[in-house]
């Protein structure tokens, strides 16, 4: 796939500018970032246009809002940060967008909308809003549309809070459009859309002694097309399916996934690069794809022993995984996602290279988000990490990759060859070649 760089949002780094979370609507006509700051960032696609054919759907900002605000629980003495840790749209009924957001504690929903008209020609107040004296009215008048400029305006329609003990990691919305769950390291609850102040518990791992705690729930996701099934992974490396028909708690899964460890490998880091970072449905609703810190795999959800296909993103840091341990950098969470078709798979890695997997062809090819090399309709270039012996001219060593530039969170327009990568506190966007 040759991709063009197509537009980027950059800003000076500051933290609350390093982009957590980015998310397509389900028509991939708009595109929504999430930052540390608390903010959300919506670009809109431009409509293609006769006069200039070249400018093919670049994303431009329609709305930004802040979306959380730090707080301070007083019980337990702790900052909540503003971070937006997700972003999930719910599909468009009318006129008006909804998306979820959520930081460590609190889901909310918001509503964005587009005004190009206002009512003017009040009976009881003035054009700037002052209430008349109801003695000088001597006559009524029928108050009229005027058109005005566009405004988009984000408001927030529900706040989904006091759920969760631990940190919120993951929301999914259910294909019932009615409901959705959020997820924290130990629990899984399930809320109504319309519904803000109860929520059903439907996972539960906390122990009863908390020193006999093993595992955490890393990610969790609802499936495509059947509302009563979900998935979610552990920090142990495990996938756990389950079916919310069987029980109200759904404590026994349904399906349980897990690689068998090569006990030939087994070193102090095993536990920590097994654990999962991100698991996600294919849109077939056939394939499960988990990421965890060296590869992505893809499971079929009927077969439980072993994964389908086995993706190593940069083997070549296992002999780095001390040095990343002293940096914390082997505590990355990487997500993966599927093109439109699910025959492509992406996920991030250090460098600001982000990999591409073709499951046909069992091509992979690396590609790296950066300012230098992404001018406005450049052609990508494929990326090679030498190790050790000899380097090539366009080949980079392993020594001098940069592990302070990561790409942890990317996104696939859902039927398009567009994809949108996060680099820090830059977003880049690339297509698809046309000729």
């Known amino acids: 796939m040759a991709l063009l760089s197509n ?5 000076c780094v500051n933290n609350a500018d390093i982009i ?3 998310e397509f609507n389900p028509t991939g006509e708009l595109l929504a970032t999430g930052d540390k700051g608390g903010r959300v960032v919506v670009f809109q696609r431009e409509q293609e246009s006769k006069n200039q054919p070249h400018r093919r759907g670049e994303y431009n900002v329609y709305s930004t809002f802040q979306s ?3 707080e301070f629980d007083y019980l337990k003495s702790l900052e909540i940060e503003e971070k937006i840790n997700k972003i999930r749209w719910l599909p468009q009924q009318n006129a008006a967008y909804f998306l979820l957001s959520t930081n460590d504690k609190t889901v909310k929903l918001w509503k964005i909308s587009e005004r190009d008209k206002r009512p003017e020609g009040y009976n009881l107040k003035e054009e700037d809003g002052r209430i008349r004296d109801p003695t000088t009215i001597t006559a009524l008048r029928v108050p009229v549309l005027q058109p005005m400029d566009l405004m988009v305006e984000a408001t927030p329609r529900r706040v989904f809070s006091n759920a969760h003990t631990y940190h919120i990691n993951s929301i999914s919305v259910n294909n019932d459009y009615e409901t959705y769950m959020s997820t924290d390291d130990l629990r899984i609850n399930l809320w109504n859309l319309e519904i803000t102040n109860q929520s059903f518990n439907i996972v539960d791992i906390k122990p009863a002694n908390m020193e006999e705690l093993t595992e955490v729930i890393t990610a ?3 499936h495509p097309n059947q509302c009563n099934t979900f998935v979610y992974s552990s920090s142990k490396g495990s996938i756990r399916l389950c079916d919310m028909r ?7 899964h349904s399906k349980f996934f897990e690689e068998p460890e090569d006990p030939s490998n087994r070193s102090f880091f095993s536990e920590i690069i097994s654990s999962i970072s991100d698991v996600k449905f294919s849109h077939s609703g056939r394939y499960l794809m988990t990421r965890d810190y060296l590869t992505v795999k893809v499971w079929d959800l009927n077969m439980e022993s072993k994964p389908l296909e086995t993706y190593q993103v940069h083997d070549y840091l296992r002999s780095k995984l001390c040095s990343l341990y002293e940096n914390d950098c082997i505590f990355d969470k990487f997500e993966c996602v599927w093109n439109g078709s699910d025959s492509v798979i992406m996920t991030g890695s250090y460098n600001n ?6 499951r046909n062809t069992k091509r992979d090819v690396t590609l ?3 300012r230098e090399n992404s001018k406005p309709r450049a052609i990508l270039k494929p990326r090679k990490v030498c190790v050790g012996g000899k380097r090539r001219k366009d080949e980079i060593s392993v020594d001098s990759l940069d592990f302070s530039k990561k790409i942890l969170h990317t996104a696939w327009h859902p039927s398009e060859n567009i994809i949108a990568v996060a680099a820090t506190n830059n977003l880049y966007i690339f297509q698809d070649k046309i000729n």
Not at 7 to 11: I, K, M, N, R, V
Not at 353 to 358: E, H, V
């Open 68 to 70: 959380h605000e730090p």
């Open 368 to 370: 790296e988000a950066s």
């Open 220 to 222: 969790a996701e609802f």
């Open 7 to 11: 537009h980027q949002e950059a800003l």
């Open 20 to 22: 957590s979370t980015v």
């Open 246 to 252: 069987a029980s109200a708690l759904c404590d026994n």
């Open 353 to 358: 290279f982000f990999r591409m997997f073709d």
